[in-house]
């Protein structure tokens, strides 16, 4: 007879023992508790990755905005302002009637160096200590040709005249050769052949600033744009968290007759430079070709266990002697926990230093 082996019988079998089970459920959630940390860890890279990002996309996307305007300021079609008298004294930003603005036109650019919240009346939230810059030019298109918006109710329109010697531009009164007025059925004045009505832009007068807040109350420091529209300066956000903007203008200082178009000394301060009284303070204004840029921006929220120990060089102040550049200006340590950029850029005003350089060209080919 053939024998059975029994295999596996219950005196074979065996579960965990209540140390084993417990020495495997203390792995398992250490393994959890490593798992859990590396995401978190890794959750927070990204976070800080993204605000570092976002960060330096608003600087860039400042320093963009800002350039684009400065390259064309005092950009007024056809006409070229260089014989409109200049105004005896600075003009007052915010004025919002014609008159006033088309009074102020020589100067393509003024700024305000180091504002108080109270220094300009147009500009809500203003932060104390930053710059402020203000542009004038016409439109870039055509209004209501294309994708160029209609004039809209209320909004300055400017019109120039490119009619020779012999017709429009003729006129000895520099006055007559554009218009400049909320009312177009005035608006007359006709183009090379000196019958057909010229082109129609809206007139620009834009005001960049640095604000406390985006919206009331929300502490994000954001760089503004207030334009003129409608007859009042309506403000609008352009980048978050631009903290500070500080400007220094070249200027072009030769005489009339030999101007350049290129910077020959740069200041922060033209209202002051040279220690110069009006109307020669207003002068620098209409001599500025050039603009250093320089912002400061952070990130929107705070980064636990930072504290900002940097000091940033934003362009350079006002020399104590003649008001030129001197030392640096600098912003820091601020000891909070954002975190911070410092971006610069050197911008040239193409349209007041192109007519020099071009005015220069013609005399010597004469």
Known sequence: MSKRLCVGGRGSERGFSLVELMVTIAIGMLIVASMAILLSNNSRARTETEKTSLKIENGRYAIEVLAGE???????????????????????????????????????????????????????????GTDVLVVRRASGCVAGVGDCAAMGTGNLAFQASSCGAAGELGSATVTNHYKLSTDTSTFT??????????????FHVRIYYIANNDRTGDGIPTLKRAELSNGAFVPVSLVQGVENMQLEYGLDLLPAALADGAADVYTPAPDLYNACAAPACVQNWASVVT???????????????????????????????????GT??????????????????????????????????FQESS
């Open 328 to 361: 640096d200006k600098t912003v820091g340590p601020l000891g909070d926990a954002y975190k911070r950029s410092a971006f610069q850029s050197l911008v040239r005003f193409y349209g007041p230093a192109g007519r020099t350089y071009s005015h220069k060209i």
């Open 70 to 128: 400065i390259q064309n300021a005092g950009y007024y079609a056809e006409f070229d302002p260089r014989g409109l008298t200049l105004p005896a004294t600075k003009p007052d930003a915010c004025a919002t009637d014609a008159a006033s603005v088309a009074a102020a036109m020589r100067l393509h650019v003024q700024g305000y160096d180091d504002v108080s919240a109270t220094t300009l009346s147009c500009l809500p939230d203003v932060k104390a």
């Open 291 to 325: 603009a250093r840029i320089s912002v400061l921006t952070r990130n929107r929220d705070i980064t636990a266990g930072h504290a900002d120990s940097k000091t940033y060089v934003l362009g350079r102040n006002a020399d104590g002697t003649n008001a030129a550049s």
């Open 189 to 202: 004045l006709t183009r090379y052949d000196c019958a057909t009505v010229a082109e129609v832009r809206r």
